[in-house]
């Protein structure tokens, strides 16, 4: 079994805010992968307590860090680019950070979408505006790319 989590804030507020392009990936993997060993979770808490949720649902379906994949915005990658990485530090993002502390290991799969503007920008309210009109266009086909990483990356894993 493989818990998949999708980092983002909860609310209508942060719906389409960079910080929440986890939750617009899970929402497109529902759509994609039945699998009844495969549980996607979109935490009902802000992301900065992200790790609460996850040792919760870790500790009820009874798996270890090695079946968690997180889904989470990258501010240091470019604006479109996927990267999946292992056992490495949260790089100052927080809610990566909580999951670490409450797990107390950094020994889980991460999907990591670039959102690194070609800008200077502050960057806590950068992650929380909404994406501009020409990043959304761009937005279904990032999606449907880190969608086609997770699968792949399940599938491997299961077998």
Do not use: W
Request: hydrophobic letters at 35%; glycine letters at 6%.
């Amino acid at each position: 079994m493989i818990l998949i989590v999708g980092l983002g804030n909860p609310g209508r507020k942060y719906a389409k805010t960079r910080h929440n392009i986890g939750f617009r990936v899970i929402d497109a993997l529902k759509d994609e992968i039945s699998d009844k060993n495969v549980i996607l979770l979109k935490p009902d808490i802000f992301m900065n307590n992200s790790g609460k949720a996850v040792k919760k649902e870790l500790k009820y379906s009874k798996l270890n860090t090695q079946d968690l994949i997180v889904i989470h915005d990258d501010i240091d990658l470019p604006f479109g680019t996927i990267r999946v990485s292992k056992d490495s530090s949260s790089a100052g993002h927080k809610g990566v950070q909580s999951i670490i502390d409450e797990l107390k290991t950094k020994d889980f799969t991460r999907i990591r979408i670039g959102i690194k503007p070609s800008y200077e920008v502050d960057t806590t309210e950068f992650v929380l505006n909404k994406f501009s009109k020409e990043e959304e266009k761009q937005l279904k086909e990032i999606i449907k790319k880190a969608a086609e990483t997770i699968q792949t990356a399940v599938f491997d894993s299961c077998s």
